[in-house]
């Protein structure tokens, strides 16, 4: 068994502080290179949540995978309304990722993304060999304590 412990810096606020995103992850139908949540098609997806810290205008959230599909938890989130901070592809607008290719890292995309990278980071991974568990940790990094505390 196999143990995946995100955490992730979001923008906006979590209604509820605990819960369970699930949906089908597939293809999008639209851009074949970007995936999407679609109840009617995919492999079913299952992302479990706890707020951590909620500010006005973010969230940090734990999140633990019970499936590994491509993109899950950017997904999920988006999927939710409240997409995990510097995502240019599911983040706010689609039109991000195709400008940072086209202009780089500018000041109307930080203005929209608050971070050139996502704010998601892999704390804690679990898994079983041969019979012993084993388990390996990591804390947050330091730009995005910083960026938690910007938005203190």
Same mark, same amino acid.
């Given at each position: 068994?196999?143990?995946?412990?995100?955490?992730?810096?979001?923008?906006?606020?979590? =209604?509820?502080?605990? /819960?369970?995103?699930? &949906?089908?992850?597939?293809?999008?139908? =639209?851009?074949?290179?970007?995936?999407?949540?679609?109840?009617?098609?995919?492999?079913?997806? +299952?992302?479990?949540? @706890?707020?951590? @810290?909620? !500010?006005? $205008?973010?969230?940090?959230?734990?999140?633990?995978?019970?499936? #590994?599909? &491509?993109?899950? %938890?950017?997904? !999920?989130?988006? *999927?939710?309304?409240?997409?995990?901070?510097?995502?240019?592809?599911? /983040?706010?607008?689609?039109?991000?990722?195709?400008?940072? %290719?086209?202009?780089?890292?500018?000041?109307?995309?930080?203005?929209?993304?608050?971070?050139?990278? *996502?704010?998601? !980071?892999?704390?804690?991974? #679990?898994? &079983? %060999?041969?019979?012993? @568990? *084993? !388990?390996?940790?990591?804390?947050?990094?330091? $730009?995005?304590? =910083?960026? +938690? &505390?910007?938005? $203190?």
């Amino acid at each position: 068994k196999v143990r995946k412990i995100y955490r992730a810096v979001c923008s906006g606020t979590f =209604r509820q502080l605990t /819960g369970r995103i699930e &949906t089908t992850i597939g293809r999008s139908s =639209r851009d074949r290179k970007k995936m999407s949540a679609q109840p009617a098609r995919g492999r079913p997806a +299952l992302t479990e949540y @706890r707020v951590l @810290r909620q !500010h006005a $205008d973010c969230a940090l959230v734990e999140l633990t995978l019970h499936t #590994g599909r &491509t993109h899950q %938890i950017r997904i !999920h989130l988006s *999927h939710s309304g409240i997409p995990v901070v510097g995502d240019k592809i599911y /983040g706010p607008s689609e039109e991000c990722y195709l400008e940072f %290719i086209n202009t780089g890292w500018t000041s109307g995309l930080e203005q929209k993304l608050w971070l050139p990278r *996502h704010a998601l !980071h892999s704390c804690l991974l #679990g898994l &079983t %060999i041969g019979g012993i @568990r *084993h !388990h390996w940790e990591s804390a947050l990094p330091e $730009d995005l304590v =910083r960026l +938690l &505390t910007a938005c $203190d």
